[in-house]
């Protein structure tokens, strides 16, 4: 049986205004793992240390995380997505992505252009499959939060759905984007 190999992984963390970013690297340097914003820094930190209890901290990412901190407060910022671990053949166990199927939702949702949206079924037809609900919670399962823009994806009613940080997480990055929310759905 192949067992991956197992790995510590760095977290790097920013504070801007009154959020804590953090984020979490492999020994490759490969993002693995994306906080979403929290108003205690060890929240932040210990939503990505459940996932990855071997870690250290270490200030040599803080500048990328500084960027996904701008990204949330409206930046249009063009991330460089290469950044991101999502081979989900990768020899470390720190890969957060489990399955070719989930593979696919997040890079089509890496698509999204800032200020616009999509829905579950817009991304289900575009990697040719009916599942909306598998794709809802391989969105829902998204390790990069703000940076593959999870949260430019809705219902095809216009409701906004779920969001793991929470719908005001949700709804402050879509209005910090420009986009219109009335009584939960996107308006024109």
């Not at 999502?86 to 800032?114: C, G, H, R």
């Not at 609900?133 to 095809?156: D, L, M, Q, W």
């Not at 984007?177 to 996107?186: A, D, L, N, R």
């Amino acid at each position: 049986m192949y067992r991956r190999k197992i790995s510590n992984i760095t977290i790097s963390t920013h504070k801007q205004e009154n959020l804590y970013f953090a984020a979490g690297f492999s020994e490759n340097g490969k993002l693995i793992r994306i906080s979403h914003p929290q108003t205690i820094l060890e929240d932040a930190i210990s939503e990505i240390s459940e996932h990855h209890p071997k870690y250290s901290m270490s200030n040599e990412n803080n500048g990328i995380v500084k960027e996904i901190a701008c990204m949330y407060f409206g930046e249009n910022i063009d991330f460089d997505l290469t950044l991101l671990e999502t081979d989900i053949n990768s020899e470390y166990e720190t890969s957060t992505i489990k399955t070719s199927f989930e593979q696919d939702v997040i890079l089509e949702v890496a698509k999204i252009p800032y200020g616009t949206v999509k829905t579950y079924k817009d991304i289900a037809e575009s990697i040719n499959t009916h599942g909306y609900r598998a794709v809802g919670t391989a969105v829902g399962k998204n390790p990069f939060p703000i940076v593959v823009p999870c949260h430019r994806v809705i219902r095809s009613d216009g409701g906004l759905g779920g969001f793991r940080g929470g719908i005001d997480v949700k709804i402050n990055l879509l209005t910090n984007e420009g986009i219109k929310i009335k009584s939960g759905k996107i308006i024109d």
